[in-house]
T-cell receptor
Framework: DTEVTQTPKHLVMGMTNKKSLKCEQH?????MYWYKQKAKKPPELMFV???????INESVPSRFSPECPNSSLLNLHLHALQPEDSALYLC????????????FGPGTRLTVL | GQQLNQSPQSMFIQEGEDVSMNCTSS?????WLWYKQDPGEGPVLLIA?????ELTSNGRLTAQFGITRKDSFLNISASIPSDVGIYFC???????????FGKGTSLLVTP
């Protein structure tokens, strides 16, 4: 099983709202990732969790707040977003080694009004 | 991260034709991955390559890890309409922690 699930599939929010994106994997992977992807562009890395600890933050604004409650779950809390934050948000997982294959979820299409 | 040069940027072909796309880098990579992405969906792993010179097939898809460790190609034989999508190469550089992506190859297949 190489499945990563993400909810919700679509999300529309105002700039004053607080919402959360959720990601789950049951492959026993100990590294999980958040990416942001704009149309017709490759994914851009936002955060990396390794063994449930935040190991990399690619200078992401604080209005994005990641959380890893356990080895299977990854959340991305959203607050006071801007319209330019509208994008496809992808979760991925892998073993926590620097060359291991990453498996992506289907993404959450976020629209900020 | 390291910029991967992926070409061609787009391809418009007829069903049944073979397709070839490649990725190059100015530095050495330890792993090459090829993904396909449909509109509004996440990238789906097609082929993973871990050793220089490695040639791997997955159905009608074949990919190779270049001997110099600075390039990789993906071939699709006898294309069909469901091959339509964006194909991304990705890899881990010898130095660095992040998965680097090419800009993608957009493939259109006409029946």
């Amino acid at each position: 099983d190489t499945e990563v699930t993400q909810t919700p599939k679509h999300l529309v929010m105002g700039m004053t709202n607080k919402k959360s994106l959720k990601c789950e994997q049951h492959m026993g992977h100990r590294a999980m990732y958040w990416y942001k992807q704009k149309a017709k562009k490759p994914p851009e890395l936002m955060f990396v969790y390794s063994y449930e600890k935040l190991s990399i933050n690619e200078s992401v604004p604080s209005r994005f707040s990641p959380e890893c409650p356990n080895s299977s779950l990854l959340n991305l809390h959203l607050h006071a977003l801007q319209p330019e934050d509208s994008a496809l948000y992808l979760c991925a997982s892998s073993q926590p080694h620097s060359t291991d294959t990453q498996y992506f979820g289907p993404g959450t299409r976020l629209t900020v009004l | 991260g390291q910029q991967l040069n992926q070409s061609p940027q787009s391809m418009f072909i007829q069903e049944g034709e073979d397709v070839s796309m490649n990725c190059t880098s100015s530095s050495i990579f330890n792993t090459w991955l090829w993904y396909k992405q449909d509109p509004g969906e996440g990238p789906v792993l097609l082929i993973a390559l871990y050793k220089a010179g490695e040639l791997t097939s997955n159905g009608r898809l074949t990919a190779q890890f270049g001997i110099t460790r600075k390039d990789s190609f993906l071939n699709i034989s006898a294309s069909i309409p469901s091959d339509v999508g964006i194909y991304f190469c990705a890899g881990y550089p010898n130095s660095g922690y992040a998965l680097n992506f090419g800009k993608g190859t957009s493939l259109l297949v006409t029946p």
